[in-house]
């Protein structure tokens, strides 16, 4: 099976994230959108996106091709509609289109027969959408998870509240606290939880990545592979590839990949006055409410907070951006900036390659050469 997941016209709503990655590549409940179409359907997936992403994000189709709204989000049920979908034929719901299948190379001709889907369909409108439906998407991966593997043994000296808590090959955790009662816990491969650390579900934990000494975690929470957390995380996001290895709370946050938060670095989820929460649109060029109370930090690839910094609830941190001053910086951190604050500069592109060189050999991840020319492109445009 060929599945095709397009960015279509509301991807710049996604922005800083779809700055380097498809939206398909975005991360919610235990697998990224593209991950989780490839797991229900056995399928192949690549994507249909930016000009700026193709290389990296090729598009691969064959003599059978399903196209998918990228946006939409993986479960059991739907993704039977989609491999039950005839040739030829289109799934909509409510109006709104869903996935096409199809021998040719364009999802949208006319002549294709429509058909409406009867289970739920959830599509992603807002970054915001990634932490606030994070739990159900968390819970719908679980299910699948526990019908197609089989977790290795719980180690002595855990306390667990519960039963849905799901071990990969290599997954270590120390004597902690792990309540699943509230929702699933899943550790990925060689993960570790070290000693003295509570959490309270749900928690999917990838592949390498660790919970420090003590860590705190409120679910749902998903950290993607290869990342440090401590400190105290609420129903957050973390891509992968990141690093909040200290002290300082984060919560309702979604932080791209290769970001590091210093020492006691704090994000505000909840206004004083406790009202509604507007964060920063690129495609608007401007601020807009997101209809919610909570909502902390969105934080685009390779940005990075010196110790004590304090995020303004909602802010939105470019990339590349680096975020060192007094005071709460400004909601919107602009890309490429070096401070972060009033007063910042802009960060130089060969300092910029340099740092994301360094950082990611640390993970022994190579800066292609496809990635330099994105980054570079993005400097042009952006700085």
Not at 195 to 210: D, F, I, P
Not at 220 to 233: L, N, Y
Not at 297 to 324: E, P, Q, R
């Amino acid at each position: 099976m060929n599945i095709i997941l397009v960015d279509g016209e509301e991807r710049n709503h996604f922005l800083p994230f779809v700055f380097t990655r498809p939206i398909g590549a975005l991360r919610i409940g235990i697998w990224t959108l593209a991950e989780k179409w490839e797991r229900h359907c056995n399928a192949h997936v690549s994507h249909r996106t930016s000009e700026a992403l193709s290389t990296l994000f090729p598009e691969q189709t064959s003599s059978l091709n399903y196209f998918m709204d990228a946006r939409v989000i993986a479960h059991a049920d739907l993704a039977e509609e989609i491999k039950h979908l005839p040739k030829g034929s289109v799934l909509e719901k409510d109006g709104k289109w869903i996935a096409t299948c199809t021998e040719g190379s364009e999802p949208h001709v006319s002549g294709l027969q429509q058909r409406e889907a009867v289970s739920e369909v959830r599509v992603l409108q807002r970054n915001w959408n990634i932490f606030q439906w994070n739990g159900w998407a968390m819970e719908k991966d679980f299910e699948l998870l526990e019908r197609t593997a089989t977790s290795m043994p719980i180690p002595e000296g855990v306390t667990l509240l519960g039963d849905k808590v799901f071990l990969e090959e290599g997954a270590r955790i120390m004597p902690s606290i792990i309540n699943s009662l509230e929702g699933p816990v899943y550790l990925g491969k060689n993960s570790l939880v070290m000693e003295g650390s509570m959490v309270r579900g749900s928690l999917a934990l990838h592949e390498g990545s660790q919970l420090k000494m003590g860590t705190k975690i409120y679910g749902p929470t998903t950290i993607g592979p290869h990342s440090k957390i401590g400190g105290e995380v609420s129903n957050s996001v973390v891509i992968g590839y990141s690093n909040k290895g200290h002290d300082g709370f984060m919560g309702n946050s979604v932080i791209g990949e290769w970001c590091n938060l210093g020492a006691d670095t704090n994000t505000s989820n909840l206004k004083n006055n406790y009202s509604e929460v507007s964060v920063w649109n690129y495609h608007l060029n401007a601020s807009e409410k997101t209809g919610a109370q909570f909502s902390g930090l969105m934080m685009g690839d390779h940005a990075k907070s010196g110790i004590n910094t304090m995020f303004n609830t909602g802010t939105v941190c470019g990339v590349f951006a680096n975020v060192f001053d007094g005071g709460f910086p400004p909601k919107h951190i602009k890309d490429f900036s070096w401070g972060g604050g009033k007063d910042a500069v802009t960060f130089k592109l060969e300092k910029a390659l340099e740092m994301a060189e360094r950082v990611m050999e640390r993970r022994k991840v190579e800066l292609t050469p496809a990635l330099r020319d994105l980054y570079t492109g993005l400097h042009e445009q952006l700085a």
